[in-house]
């Protein structure tokens, strides 16, 4: 396994001055050690993604800002179809100085910086993740299946059923009043 250190999320800043106003912007490319998404859609291990974004550096650190573009596997939740989801998703993030975060439980949910370098994973995984559909389908009117056979209604005839007939009264099937 691979250190931390070598995580493609983690940014090193150190061209950006100090500075507020200051601006510079970044492009990365990798490919996922580690899945993202839900249990029904993820980006998979070894998929590419590519995030662009702008780091500006303002009075107690520095916002980041950008873009995640990639690409989702899952099934669909009704047909078990394979869905192929687009991931293009914004994502903003400020991460504070070290030097100006306080420790103080308010401020336990925001993003410090390590040195010179950003974190960004937790941003582009919840830019992902949250915008990803709980239930995701295939196409918005998915039929699904037949509970019965397992073929799906699509490609049955809308009158389809399984009739089933108690076998209790099958040995009068062939029943004629005398
Ligand atoms: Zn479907
Ligand atoms: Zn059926």
Same mark, same amino acid.
């Given at each position: ?8 999320? =983690? ?6 001055? #100090? #500075?507020?106003?200051?601006? =510079?912007?970044?492009?990365?490319? *990798? ?12 980006? =998979? ?7 662009? *974004? ?6 107690? %650190?520095?916002?980041?800002? %950008? ?9 669909? %939740? ?13 994502? =903003?993030?400020? *991460? ?55 073929? #799906? ?14 076998? #209790? ?10």
């Amino acid at each position: 396994m691979k250190s931390k250190a070598q995580s493609p999320f =983690r940014v090193n800043l150190h061209e950006l001055p #100090r #500075r507020a106003g200051e601006m =510079r912007t970044y492009q990365l490319q *990798f490919q996922l050690e580690e899945a993202i998404g839900t249990a029904m859609l993820a980006i =998979r291990k070894g998929e590419g993604m590519e995030i662009e *974004f702008k780091a500006e550096a303002v009075s107690d %650190g520095v916002l980041i800002s %950008g873009n995640v573009k990639s690409s989702a596997k899952g099934e669909c %939740g009704r047909c078990l179809d394979e869905i192929n989801w687009k991931v293009d998703e914004e994502f =903003r993030e400020l *991460f504070l100085y070290e030097s100006r975060k306080v420790d103080d439980e308010e401020e336990d949910e925001l993003f410090a910086m390590d040195g010179d370098i950003a974190e960004i994973e937790t941003a582009i995984r919840d830019a992902v993740v949250l915008t990803m559909p709980i239930n995701p389908l295939c196409k918005e009117d998915c039929k699904g299946l037949c509970s019965e056979c397992g073929e #799906r209604w699509e490609n049955l005839a809308p009158d389809h059923t399984h009739e089933k007939t108690d076998p #209790r009264w099958s040995g009068l099937a062939g029943w004629q009043p005398k």
